[in-house]
């Protein structure tokens, strides 16, 4: 049996799936709360009853756990970010064993001041690009060694942006990634590098 085979039986491996309208409708919702929230400011009673309001939302929700390899979110390819709230709402326009490349834009939740993408996104961004360029790329399960971005000019937001990650070299367990995001003028706003490193069998 192969190292990849045995991580396959110890640890069960997330794959992709493709939600239904009605997550997608729920997940649209979700990103309207994240954008409505961080421009919001409304008079105490508003926030208290709103917080009751998602307590119930929450509370709905939590008696339907599952885990990760269950459930859709996260793991959604027809939906931009596959669904997950975290991830910025991109998706990928292009494919290959050898590149991935994406397109998408960033809202008022990701704002780190002035209209103006958080520095701290943008790296969150190439991290989640980087993870689909693995499978793309037929890679076993991977983590992140390290990631190095160059800030080019300021992110803003609501307007269409592309990023493409392509694979620089192969060593072994080591895949060595770039990835550069662009606007629609070509302009390249930031870089990135990575180093994606296969999973052993014991590792998580």
């Known amino acids: ?9 110890e640890f069960a491996r997330v794959q992709p ?19 409505t929230v ?15 309001l998602l307590e119930d939302v929450c509370a709905r929700l939590e008696g ?3 885990p990760a390899w269950v459930s859709p979110v996260g ?4 939906l931009p970010g596959h669904g997950h709230p975290m991830a910025p709402p991109w998706t990928v326009a292009e494919s290959s064993p050898d590149a991935v490349t994406m397109r998408g834009h960033f809202t008022r939740y990701h704002v ?51 990023a493409r990650a392509w694979i620089d070299s192969v060593d072994g367990r080591k895949l060595y990634v770039r990835a550069a995001m662009s606007d629609v003028d070509g302009n ?7 180093l994606m490193i296969k999973l052993l069998p014991h590792q998580p």
């Open 64 to 66: 339907h756990s599952a």
């Open 112 to 162: 780190g001041g002035n209209n103006a993408v958080h520095g701290g996104v943008i790296p969150l961004f190439y991290d989640f690009h980087f993870g689909l360029l693995v499978s793309a790329a037929g890679r076993p399960d991977s983590r992140t060694a390290y990631l190095h971005v160059d800030y080019r000019q300021v992110t803003p937001i609501d307007v269409p942006l592309t």
């Open 17 to 35: 799936t493709v939600a239904g309208p009605e997550l997608a409708r729920f997940m649209t919702a979700m990103r309207r709360l994240q954008d």
């Open 75 to 78: 793991r959604a390819q027809n």
């Open 38 to 52: 961080v421009a919001a400011d409304p008079e105490a009673s508003v926030w208290d009853d709103t917080a009751a």
């Open 188 to 194: 390249v706003l930031s870089e990135a590098n990575g």
């Open 1 to 9: 049996m192969t190292d990849t085979e045995e991580h396959i039986q």
